[in-house]
């Protein structure tokens, strides 16, 4: 079964700075996605980023962008200039693509941007 | 466009009393539906998921049940409700087959004393 593991529960970044999200996963497959969601204090549930694994060039979305190795499994998230909305519990996920059900989650790291 | 519904968005329940939280997609058609709990301070557990009318898969064992009586339409129940379900329930919905991204609902909170 595949695990998606998120070791770090906090985060404190300064404002502006840049902060580096660590999300490892195991899988047997060799196709499937990737996705960071973003839960503000709303709870309100947003999709930050995707990558699918058949692609070697790192997603990128404005500030956000990820690190990609597909070898090491590893997926981390890279937010610069850092900004007090960013402040929000980020989950990474990964969803198989052959399997057309459901996506795991991580357990999330608590981002603090301080002021 | 596509929106999920959630509702009630707060809810208080004693111990031993039946739940149920209704969640309504709209702007697309046959999607999977999930039902996450968010315990506080916890990350999300996905609780079911549908990916069609009367099709439910259950990944924990516990008193919740989930029906999906129609299309877009997921419920999520319980006969007699547990201190330990109290907790942020989120409901998702992906489009089926492609199933690339999840969009979650506002959720709702949920405390039973």
């Known amino acids: 079964a595949q695990t998606v593991t998120q070791s770090q529960p906090e985060m404190s970044v300064q404002e502006a700075e840049t902060v580096t999200l660590s999300c490892t996963y195991d899988t047997s497959e060799s196709d499937y996605y990737l996705f960071w969601y973003k839960q503000p204090p709303s709870r309100q549930m947003i999709l930050v980023i995707r990558q699918e694994a058949y692609k070697q060039q790192n997603a990128t979305e404005n500030r956000f962008s990820v690190n990609f190795q597909k070898a090491a499994k590893s997926f981390s998230l890279k937010i610069s200039d850092s900004q007090l909305g960013d402040a929000a519990m980020y989950f990474c996920?990964?969803?198989?693509?052959?399997?057309?059900?459901?996506?795991?989650f991580g357990k999330g790291t608590r981002l603090h941007i301080l002021p | 466009s596509q929106t999920i519904h959630q509702w009630p968005a707060t809810l208080v329940q004693p111990v031993g009393s039946p739940l149920s939280l209704e969640c309504t997609v709209e702007g697309t058609s046959n999607p999977n539906l999930y039902w996450y709990r968010q315990a506080a301070g916890r990350g999300l557990q996905l609780l079911f998921y549908s990916v069609g009318i009367g099709q439910i898969s259950s990944e924990v064992p516990q008193n919740l049940s989930a029906s999906r009586p129609q299309d877009r339409q997921f419920i999520l129940s319980s006969k007699k409700l547990l201190l330990s379900d109290s907790g942020f329930y989120l409901c998702?919905?992906?489009?089926?087959?492609?199933?690339?991204?999840?969009?979650f609902g506002p959720g709702t909170r949920l405390t039973v004393l």
């Open positions: 996920a990964y969803r198989s693509a052959y399997r057309d059900d459901k996506i795991i």
């Open positions: 998702a919905w992906s489009v089926h087959p492609d199933n690339n991204e999840q969009f």
